[in-house]
């Protein structure tokens, strides 16, 4: 539906009408939709994700090299994501409606709010063109990472702050938390053995989700940092009109998506043995 043919971008301006009907058809593009899709899914039950059109190059070939850099990109975020936020959650929750408990949640609400590559432009101008500190784009060293963690993390830590915080005060109001501190229990041990632990199901649950959306491209950040993921190739191939490479990123996000998902389902039953999977 979109304007641009494959096909002629794969020919270049010079190409005759000939030339660019013969690789229309060595492709496929010249069946119906239906039929593309047809052929698409049974190449893909042989394990055959085709070639690109844009590098000539297997897409599976493609995907292996690209899907290690955002999987570490997105795992460096979430760890700051957790550590950062999870903590400011919890010691909002533990001392709410504190001068420290109004900052963090403003400093969150700015981290959910704020565009991303907003965010990427400043810090890429702050500490790469202004101070040096760091490299603005490309990848290679761990200081690579900093700059793209960064913008993901604290995108994600302002959410799971707000989330935790949130959980952490319906817990603390149960019964069994008023029970806990009759027994003579310090306030720690009531709250990291009895209130974290109940508080953590919707926190998961947003990590998840947080997580599989990073896991599915990065596409903002990875283009502003010219990060080579899979978000970063995904926008390339649609440029590109790359058909091949899309569907095939397209899967492979739904599928870590997926994945995600259900890691987070386990984990709900061992984070309270109640939940049962028959």
Known sequence: MIPGDPAELMAHD?????????????????????????????????????????????VMAEIIVRFPNTLQLATVSMVLAILIGGLAGVISALKPYTIFDNVAMIIALLGVSMPAFWLGLMLMLVFAVMLGWL????????????????????????????????????????????????????????????????????????????????????????????????????????????YPMIQAAVMVFAVSFALVNLVVDVLYAFLDPRIHYD
């Open 14 to 58: 010079f190409a005759s009408k000939e030339a660019i009907e013969r690789l229309r058809h060595a492709w496929g593009l010249d069946q119906p939709v239906p039929i593309q899709y047809l052929v698409f899914m049974e190449h893909i039950l042989h394990g055959d994700f085709g070639q690109s059109t844009l590098s000539g190059y297997p």
């Open 135 to 242: 490299p603005a784009t490309g990848i290679g060293t761990p200081q690579h990472l900093v700059l793209p963690s960064l913008v993901l993390g604290y995108t994600a830590a302002g959410i799971i702050a707000r989330q935790t915080r949130s959980a952490m005060l319906d817990v603390m109001r149960q019964d069994y938390i008023t029970t806990a501190r009759a027994k003579g229990l310090t306030e720690r041990v009531v709250a990291s053995r009895h209130a974290l632990k109940n508080a953590l199901i919707p926190v998961v649950t947003i990590v998840g989700l947080i997580f599989g959306t990073m896991l599915g491209g990065s596409v903002i950040v990875e283009s502003v940092f010219s990060w080579p993921g899979m978000g970063k190739m995904l926008v390339d191939s649609i440029l590109a009109r790359d």
